[in-house]
């Protein structure tokens, strides 16, 4: 099922699409009796690769998945402190001879430094921040290099604790109602992965005190030249959003 999803998640995705449009003009092509089709097919995929390497389209997408949670600012007056911070794991590559810090992907690395934002707030300097996500491919879990991370960044390592063994979103929610129960705790996540982690956290009966981060947004002025000028990050972030969207999805599929 994993490994399912994870396909359908690469076909779908925008560079997936553009890909698979592509490749289905080049095999038209060398049947060679449907060249309008060939061509009407390229056109598309042109349009596509366009819409999604500019702003504009990106931007649409995400706004929705990053507008649904407010930035955390600090518990409020008399609200309990929570049992722990977690931060939910997300891309790494291990590299010999770096430290863990350069490991992370941009989403484990912004995750990281937003758990560490939050232990500097009132009240929650002490609380134990819990690390989430599997090894993948890669000989050390993305849990234990971003521990490692906030060791080497001065957190205390008691406080410190990894969870090696999910593999995807779900898991991790079961593996955190097993540990947290329905105790309320922080939940850090990427902004626009918020709110598919908040649906499955209620799924698996916790409570999640919701702090985004890693916001994709960007700023498309129409009077910056550099606006207009296509982008492999802006099709980045396109593939940030519909992963996204694709995983709300399954979600309803499988309800």
Sequence with gaps: MLFLKKLLGAVLSPTGLVLTLLLAVGLLL????VPRLARG??????????????????????????????????LEEGQPRPAAIVALGAGHHVRAGTPPAAWLGRAAAARLLEALRLRSLPGLAEVPVIFTGDAGREPVAVAEAMRRAAVSLGVPEALLHGETAPQDTAEEM????????????????????????????????????PA?????????SPGRAETWLPSVSHMQRADHALHEFLGLLWLRITA
Excluded: C
Aim: aromatic share 6%.
């Design 174 to 209: 079961a593996v955190l109602a097993r540990r947290l129960g329905d105790v309320p705790f922080i939940l850090v996540t990427s902004a626009a992965h918020m709110p598919r982690a908040l649906e499955l956290a209620g799924r698996a009966g916790l409570k999640p005190i």
């Design 212 to 220: 985004p981060t890693d916001y994709r947004l960007v700023d498309a």
């Design 41 to 74: 097919l390229g056109v598309v995929s042109a349009v596509l690769l366009l819409a999604f390497s500019l702003p504009w389209l990106p931007n649409a997408l995400l706004r929705p998945l990053e507008s649904r949670v407010t930035p955390f600012s600090g």
């Design 30 to 33: 060398q049947v060679g009796d």
